[in-house]
């Protein structure tokens, strides 16, 4: 690992994360959107580990976060996806700007 | 050789990523996804982050990007296109991001790091086992349990939400 060094990790994670936040703006559909935020977390991870590895390599409190990451992304898909089918059950599409049921 | 395979990897990830957000058709953006995925995983690899890894490519590759397709199954056409944004939106949109960006790229390059290359990091599983399960000095024991709660309260959740509601 001589060559490479911690700032190409961050500016890969960088580009990912800023590519996540076009989606999440650009995007109508909630299941793209929802990969989008993905996207986001998958960046952070990338984060976690290269500072743990470069910067703090006696402990592994980096890896730990990044494991408690994808947790948290595993649950926070599980109870997106039921929400969104529920609600394609009940109005038959699942673009953002078109569902206001939810608020009244 | 080294060198190689992060400059792969990293290219991976920035085309994908980018073909995640742009294309049309959604179960080509979820395929891309899995390409992403897997390359952060082989990132992982890279810095000998061998559980992580794992633990990347069972969850995310195998678990969340199975659910996502699942879900574009039973929401959608698989050879419907997605609506097209406006481009003030996409204009704006890209504008606001490409600032971040090379504000944060920017920061990064003059920020300095001091790299500690004379200690090897220690990932062995006996290590993560020990770790996570101790309350000492870098023990994990805390977060450990209370995301196991948190995984509990969402399967229960996620079947209440998903559950068709009984006709009265």
Redesign the interface.
Known sequence: ?E??????????S??????????F?????L??M???A??IL?SV??NF??V??????????G??F???V??????E???A??????L??KVRM??VEKVNEMKY | M??IV?YIL?SM??IF??L???TRK?LR??VY?LT??LA?AG??FL???N??AA??LT??AG??VV??I???M???HVNER??A?GNR??FF??V???A??LI??ST??DYG?????D?????SMS??GT??LSYGD?G?VL?FEV?SI??LA??I???V??K?ETQN
């Open positions: 690992m060559n490479i060094s911690i700032e190409h990790f961050l500016i890969v960088t580009l990912m994360l800023f590519t996540g936040i076009y989606g703006l650009t995007r109508k559909n299941i793209t929802l990969m989008s993905e996207l998958n991870n990338i580990v290269a743990n590895k470069f910067l703090y390599p006696e402990n592994l409190q890896q730990f990044a494991m408690f994808i947790g948290i992304a595993a649950v898909v599980a109870v996806i039921a929400i969104i089918i529920s394609y059950r699942i673009d | 080294e060198q992060f990293a990830i920035v990523s980018v995640t957000v742009t959604i953006a979820a996804l992403v995925l952060t990132f992982f810095l000998n982050f559980f992580l633990v990347q969850v995310y678990g969340i659910l996502i699942f879900s574009i039973l929401t959608s997605l609506e944004t939106k996409k949109s890209f606001a991001v490409l971040g960006a944060c790229i990064i390059l790091f001091k790299e500690k290359s200690i090897e990091i220690n990932t290590k993560i770790d996570l870098g994990f977060p995301i948190l995984l969402a399967m959740g996620a079947i939400l998903a068709r």
